[in-house]
């Protein structure tokens, strides 16, 4: 509860005092007056007639104080709050081509990279989340949705690309996140791309496409995934050449305002999504308002009947007429 007006509270503070200084030196002065018969002042001034003077005083300076409070205006406030969120729409650009089979990540870098991205996913609060697959060609999984449970089941049945689909066509799958992306109205739109090889397919350079994506206020964020060994094994005893081409990724991630980063286990990979989670927090506004409750005529109405209650007892105890 507060108060419109709280320095009529004073008031209480003058009037106790007022009361207290009554009852203790004025009340001690002796005054006599002569009677011709005694009998009825004994029923007046004896015990019961001081209770009667006591509960007269307190009827009386409740009714006062209650007024008081009436008009310091006492109102009971509900704090609410309204709470709008910037969120960012996350386009997840994931390479499938076979060079994902490899098992320098355990159990190999596609379920790997799958399993981080499930984690990413997880941590997002309200965020619009995509996820485009590309080899040779682009396909989209799942587009943008708030949903995380439908967005991870799709995720889990990403497997490597057909071998007629083999390729990495990095400058093609970025030209297709952000035909996803632009339309929004998002105030925050990013990529992130994670690929294992070089740009060897498709007939968009990935710096161009990383123009476009500037254009459109769309931050890429890439990371390059493999060891740093010559040649990795990939199932049926076949290795291939590990060949990231990270001069393009670091290029892709620098023309938009986002970073690069190289994962060389599935440590580093976690860790990297764990980073770029805290790089791409949603915003959050809150603002407050008030909604006052005036409860003054509750004091008002007991002030009222408080006094009412006091002149009553007066007339009828005390015989005074109004």
């Known amino acids: 509860m507060e108060f419109l007006h709280p320095n009529f509270l004073y008031l209480i503070v003058i009037l106790i005092s007022l009361s207290i200084f009554k009852r203790f030196y004025l009340s001690n002065k ?10 009825h002042l004994k029923s007046f001034f004896g015990r019961s007639g001081i209770v009667k003077i006591r509960l007269f005083k307190f009827l009386f300076i409740s009714a006062l104080v209650c007024l008081i409070i009436a008009i310091a205006r006492p109102r009971i406030s509900t704090n609410d709050k309204n709470v709008t969120i910037e969120v960012v729409d996350i386009m997840l650009v994931l390479d499938t081509s076979s060079s994902m089979l490899a098992e320098d990540f355990k159990p190999n870098r596609l379920e790997a990279v799958k399993q981080a991205a499930k984690d990413f996913i997880d941590n997002r609060k309200g965020d619009r989340v995509g996820l485009l697959v590309f080899g040779k060609e682009t396909f989209i999984q799942c587009p943008l949705t708030v949903d995380y449970g439908v967005l991870n089941n799709l995720l889990s049945e990403v497997t490597v690309v057909e071998p007629k689909y083999d390729g990495t066509a990095i400058g093609i799958a970025i030209a297709n996140a952000i035909n996803r992306l632009r339309v929004n109205d998002s105030k925050s739109k990013v990529i992130i ?67 690069y980063f190289r994962a060389i286990d599935k440590q580093s990979l976690t860790g990297i999504y ?31 009947i408080l006094l009412l209650s006091s002149e009553l007892f007066r007339i009828i105890y005390f015989r005074r007429v109004l």
């Open 274 to 304: 764990s980073e770029i989670n805290e790089l791409e927090k949603s915003e959050v506004s809150i603002s407050y308002y008030s909604e006052y409750k005036e409860v003054y005529l509750w004091f008002l109405y007991a002030g009222f």
């Open 193 to 259: 791309l994670l690929s294992d090889g070089s740009n060897n397919a498709g007939a968009i350079d990935p710096i161009a496409a990383a123009k476009i994506a500037k254009e459109y206020n769309i931050r890429i964020y890439t990371i390059g995934a493999g060891t740093r060994q010559a040649v990795t094994q990939i199932p049926g005893g076949r290795y291939i050449r590990n060949e990231i081409d990270e001069e393009s990724l670091k290029g892709i991630a620098l023309e938009t305002g986002g970073k």
């Open 30 to 39: 002796a005054i006599s007056f002569q009677v011709s018969n005694t009998k």
